[in-house]
């Protein structure tokens, strides 16, 4: 079965960069794109962006293309997620999700993190 | 941050069937039938039920429905159930820059 597991809770000060990895199993893992979703706390889902592992191509929110970047290494099937210059509203609960055309058919279990001095 | 708008609450008695409304604009979901929408229960990943509108992923309960009418879409569930409790979020593909969006979420609860 298609499961995507991410690293463990983070706590950082503010300025420093975060970077959660997703790792993937049960499919082929360059066939199906990676998108990363965001939730602070008490509030909704937030898009952040995805990869296509095939190609590397990716494509970012607006407001977070400055900061972030994602990654992927096929030889381990594994999704990468930076992001940059951390500030207190960075804090929240990161999801990678598996991208079949415009839907998110699979989730990982959530990365927490927190952004605080 | 834009998002498609969804009511904050939404609530009925076992039994019943409600809907839950997710209005964009004529540049997303007025413009592709690329309408997800995901289920999270408190402490969990959210978890797909819809997507291309109306149609449900294997395992998902033939009580939930989708579907659309210009820029809104919409999600009923038939015969609610206790464990129907829970957040729920729309999205759609934009075709812009923006590219992807979420709706702002409804808390569904049953009386």
């Known amino acids: 079965q298609v499961q995507l597991v991410q690293s463990g809770t983070e706590v950082k000060k503010p300025g420093a960069s975060m970077k959660v990895s997703c790792k993937a199993s049960g499919y082929t893992f360059p066939n199906y794109g990676i998108s990363w979703v965001r939730q602070a706390p008490g509030q909704g889902l937030e898009w952040m962006g995805w990869?296509?592992?095939?190609?590397?191509?990716?494509f970012y929110a607006q407001n977070l293309q400055d900061r972030v970047t994602m990654t992927t290494d096929t030889s381990t099937s594994t999704a990468y997620m930076e992001l940059r210059s951390l500030r207190s509203d960075d804090s929240a609960v990161y999801y990678c999700?598996?991208?079949?055309?415009?839907?998110?058919?699979?989730w990982g279990q959530g990365t927490l993190v927190t952004v605080s001095s | 941050q834009f998002a498609l708008t969804q009511p904050a609450s939404v609530s009925g008695s076992p039994g019943q069937s409600i809907t839950v409304s997710c209005t964009g604009t004529?540049?997303?979901?007025?413009?592709?039938?690329?309408v997800s929408w995901y289920q999270q229960h408190p402490g969990k990943a959210p978890k797909l039920i819809i997507y291309d509108v109306s149609k449900r992923p294997s395992g998902i309960s033939n009580r939930l429905s989708g579907s659309k009418s210009g820029n809104t879409a919409s999600l009923t569930i038939s015969g609610l159930q206790a464990e129907d409790e829970a957040d729920y979020y729309c999205?759609?593909?934009?075709?812009?820059?923006?590219?992807?969006?979420f709706g702002t979420g409804t808390k569904v609860t049953v009386l």
């Open positions: 999700a598996r991208k079949v055309r415009w839907e998110l058919d699979s």
């Open positions: 999205s759609s593909y934009t075709g812009s820059s923006t590219l992807y969006v």
């Open positions: 990869i296509n592992p095939n190609s590397g191509n990716t």
């Open positions: 004529s540049s997303d979901v007025g413009s592709f039938d690329f």
